[in-house]
């Protein structure tokens, strides 16, 4: 294995390794040559900063400790996967290796990127989880573990379905789990037409169904816009081939559309004294396609771009910058909307706003700070970028991840046959920002009912509330919320969920507590027949049940049979599941 010179801080091959190179540039460093610009780029202010403080001093590991390890984690993952080919052909390495470098590009830290060059080690090698700790360390064991798919020969069906609980508890400790597993997608996305035409569509819906949503929670819009893309080819080749086309005439006007827009802008920020960059910013096309489906003829520019601000200045001057953009444009009446007061669950902060343009097409303003930006198209990973590597505050504290809180809230009672149906129907539900009356954001899927946000704000205000105040008006349960409304809940100690709560309950955490709470309740009520039948049929016998169960003949029986406890064996009684017959007679001694 390669190994650090301490004397020199450089990486060494051993010698025989160095010999069949014939003393020439070393491959590993060299096949590891993008990857480490990348990274050096990404970190150059970190680096410099890392070599002011000095080796042991606040400011991250300096560059050298980095690319050793980077050069360590590459020699490991070479070697396991020697001999390995992908379905293109080419050697299984280069998998890992541009999946280190996508997240190089965004700026992941050091362990990241070394945890990715080694994420598929333990799956697919005989290299070991212990082996990979006492090589790596726990964070980076950590890291590739969550990302290890289960033994589908264990597994079984189960397999896909525990493997994707299994990713989210483990990003609920460490969010990268979740951005490695986005980028490994999106590198099998990429290189997808190597694998048979049925597989491509399958695995295409998969990662619209389940991994796109995930990287739009995270706000990693850089890797939603482009998972989306490569989905929609794979599951659509015709349809896409026909949005890029009428996307990329559309672009080829867009000078003249958006240049006499921009011609009046730059003098109205000028005015309201606004410095801005403004550029023209393309739809992806899948976006596109979700907009126009195939009504793609003589698409319009507006309709496949939108302008950007990039405001240099503080988040007063872009709604001064808003100002500029109406003086100069006519706004569209109704088409404001300010994410930067009510931001969205993953903190995407800008304001957007539709004006019409000189020669009368509407198009998209979007309006954001310097600052704004790389939380905007990075998401959670402007976070952990900034922080160093540390994800920061756990899911429970952070505000842009209340969504996986309540996944993890509700996926424990979700049986593996339905967690990917519920995994699914909670990822693509869409967004509603409603507000207590102590002004308390509530974000809820779209289509939300005032019991919906019931549930919201905890199980026992959802299992008590009889009625709801919307904007101050008194509404019933099944109300839809909308962005904006203010809701208060009206609760009743006495209230309980009812069977026709399942009519307009849109969430699944509120699905999921409400259809427990119900099965609770008929097992209770199961329990309580069969109880009345068997004290009745025992009466007749001169057995007395209360003092049997004061004896514990009545568990000992329930447990001979296979029950947890006597009420559940009342239950089976109550529903018929057990005779009746069969248990007197291990309550009737001869």
Same mark, same amino acid.
């Given at each position: 294995m390669a190994t650090l010179n301490p004397a020199t801080g450089r990486f060494r091959l051993p010698a025989r390794r160095r010999a069949a190179a014939g003393g020439g540039p070393d491959p590993v460093r060299a096949a590891l040559a993008p990857l480490?610009?990348?990274?050096?780029?990404?970190?150059? *202010?970190? %680096? =410099?900063?890392?070599?002011?403080?000095?080796?042991?001093?606040?400011?991250?590991?300096?560059?050298?400790?980095?690319?050793?390890?980077?050069?360590?984690?590459?020699?490991?993952?070479?070697?396991?996967?020697?001999?390995?080919?992908?379905?293109?052909?080419?050697?299984?390495?280069?998998?890992?290796?541009?999946?280190a470098l996508i997240l190089a590009g965004m700026g992941l830290d050091t362990t990241t990127l070394v945890a990715a060059l080694l994420h598929d080690t333990v799956e697919d090698t005989p290299y070991t989880l212990g082996e990979l700790r006492a090589d790596f360390g726990d964070e980076i064991a950590v890291l590739v573990d969550g990302v290890t798919k289960l033994d589908g020969s264990r597994w079984g069906d189960r397999a896909e379905a525990e493997t994707f609980r299994k990713i989210v508890l483990a990003a609920a400790a460490d969010l990268r789990v979740l951005v490695i597993k986005l980028a490994d997608r999106l590198h099998n996305l990429r290189t997808l037409r190597h694998q048979p035409e049925h597989k491509r569509?399958?695995?295409?819906?998969?990662?619209?169904?389940?991994?796109?949503?995930? #990287?739009? =929670?995270l706000g990693i819009h850089v890797?939603?816009?482009?998972?989306?893309?490569?989905?929609?080819?794979?599951?659509?080749?015709?349809? %896409?081939?026909?949005? &890029?086309?009428?996307?990329?005439?559309?672009?080829?006007?867009?000078?003249?559309?958006?240049?006499?827009? *921009?011609?009046?802008l730059r003098p109205s920020l000028a005015e309201h004294g606004v410095k801005a960059r403004v550029g023209v910013r393309p739809s992806h096309l899948y976006a596109?396609?979700?907009?126009?489906?195939?009504?793609?003829?003589?698409?319009?520019?507006?309709?496949?771009? &939108?302008?950007?601000?990039?405001?240099?200045?503080?988040?007063?001057?872009?709604?001064?910058?808003?100002?500029?953009?109406?003086?100069?444009?006519?706004? /569209?009446?109704?088409?404001?909307?300010?994410?930067? #007061? *009510?931001?969205?669950?993953?903190?995407?902060?800008?304001? %957007?706003? &539709? /004006?019409i343009s000189p020669d009368g097409d509407p198009f998209e303003v979007i309006i954001r700070t310097e600052a704004m930006h790389p939380v905007a198209?990075?998401?959670?990973?402007?976070?952990?970028?900034?922080?160093?590597?540390?994800?920061?505050? *756990?899911? @429970?504290?952070? =505000?842009?991840?209340?969504?996986?809180?309540?996944?993890?809230?509700?996926?424990?009672? @979700?049986?593996?046959?339905?967690?990917?149906?519920?995994? &699914?129907?909670?990822?693509?539900?869409? %967004?509603v920002a409603a507000f207590t009356t102590r002004g308390d954001i509530v974000p809820l899927p779209a289509g939300a009912t005032a019991l919906d946000f019931a549930y919201a704000l905890g199980p026992g205000t959802g299992d008590r509330c009889i009625g709801a105040l919307v904007n101050g008006r008194l509404a019933p349960m099944s109300v839809q919320i909308r962005s904006g409304n203010v809701v208060q809940i009206l609760t009743d100690p006495a209230g309980a969920p009812s069977e026709d709560w399942l009519g307009f309950a849109v969430s699944v955490p509120a699905r999921l507590h409400i259809q427990r709470r119900l099965a609770l309740r008929r097992a209770e009520?199961?329990?309580? @027949?069969?109880?009345?039948?068997? /004290?009745?049929?025992?009466?007749?016998?001169?057995?007395?049940?209360?003092?049997a169960e004061a004896r514990g003949d009545s568990l000992a029986v329930a447990r001979d049979l296979g029950y947890s406890d006597a009420d559940a064996m009342y239950a089976a009684l109550g529903t018929g599941a057990l005779g009746l017959d069969d248990l007197l007679a291990r309550f009737v001694r001869p």
């Amino acid at each position: 294995m390669a190994t650090l010179n301490p004397a020199t801080g450089r990486f060494r091959l051993p010698a025989r390794r160095r010999a069949a190179a014939g003393g020439g540039p070393d491959p590993v460093r060299a096949a590891l040559a993008p990857l480490l610009a990348a990274h050096r780029t990404a970190h150059r *202010t970190a %680096h =410099r900063a890392a070599h002011r403080a000095g080796p042991g001093r606040p400011g991250g590991l300096p560059a050298r400790s980095a690319e050793a390890e980077l050069l360590r984690g590459y020699a490991v993952a070479e070697r396991m996967h020697r001999g390995q080919l992908r379905k293109s052909g080419a050697p299984y390495i280069t998998h890992p290796l541009a999946v280190a470098l996508i997240l190089a590009g965004m700026g992941l830290d050091t362990t990241t990127l070394v945890a990715a060059l080694l994420h598929d080690t333990v799956e697919d090698t005989p290299y070991t989880l212990g082996e990979l700790r006492a090589d790596f360390g726990d964070e980076i064991a950590v890291l590739v573990d969550g990302v290890t798919k289960l033994d589908g020969s264990r597994w079984g069906d189960r397999a896909e379905a525990e493997t994707f609980r299994k990713i989210v508890l483990a990003a609920a400790a460490d969010l990268r789990v979740l951005v490695i597993k986005l980028a490994d997608r999106l590198h099998n996305l990429r290189t997808l037409r190597h694998q048979p035409e049925h597989k491509r569509a399958r695995y295409a819906q998969a990662s619209h169904e389940l991994l796109v949503p995930f #990287a739009d =929670r995270l706000g990693i819009h850089v890797l939603t816009r482009e998972m989306d893309d490569l989905a929609f080819a794979a599951r659509h080749p015709a349809e %896409h081939e026909a949005t &890029r086309l009428a996307v990329r005439a559309a672009l080829s006007r867009a000078g003249p559309t958006f240049g006499p827009a *921009t011609a009046l802008l730059r003098p109205s920020l000028a005015e309201h004294g606004v410095k801005a960059r403004v550029g023209v910013r393309p739809s992806h096309l899948y976006a596109v396609h979700q907009a126009f489906g195939g009504g793609l003829a003589g698409l319009r520019p507006c309709e496949a771009a &939108r302008l950007l601000l990039l405001v240099d200045g503080s988040t007063a001057d872009c709604y001064i910058a808003l100002g500029a953009v109406h003086a100069a444009l006519h706004p /569209v009446a109704g088409q404001v909307r300010d994410f930067i #007061a *009510t931001p969205k669950d993953n903190l995407y902060r800008s304001l %957007h706003t &539709r /004006v019409i343009s000189p020669d009368g097409d509407p198009f998209e303003v979007i309006i954001r700070t310097e600052a704004m930006h790389p939380v905007a198209e990075y998401g959670i990973v402007a976070h952990i970028r900034d922080a160093g590597g540390d994800t920061g505050p *756990t899911v @429970a504290e952070r =505000r842009d991840l209340v969504w996986l809180s309540r996944l993890l809230a509700w996926q424990s009672g @979700a049986p593996s046959a339905e967690f990917l149906d519920r995994l &699914r129907a909670d990822l693509a539900a869409g %967004h509603v920002a409603a507000f207590t009356t102590r002004g308390d954001i509530v974000p809820l899927p779209a289509g939300a009912t005032a019991l919906d946000f019931a549930y919201a704000l905890g199980p026992g205000t959802g299992d008590r509330c009889i009625g709801a105040l919307v904007n101050g008006r008194l509404a019933p349960m099944s109300v839809q919320i909308r962005s904006g409304n203010v809701v208060q809940i009206l609760t009743d100690p006495a209230g309980a969920p009812s069977e026709d709560w399942l009519g307009f309950a849109v969430s699944v955490p509120a699905r999921l507590h409400i259809q427990r709470r119900l099965a609770l309740r008929r097992a209770e009520q199961d329990a309580e @027949a069969g109880r009345r039948r068997l /004290v009745r049929a025992l009466a007749g016998r001169d057995v007395d049940l209360l003092a049997a169960e004061a004896r514990g003949d009545s568990l000992a029986v329930a447990r001979d049979l296979g029950y947890s406890d006597a009420d559940a064996m009342y239950a089976a009684l109550g529903t018929g599941a057990l005779g009746l017959d069969d248990l007197l007679a291990r309550f009737v001694r001869p």
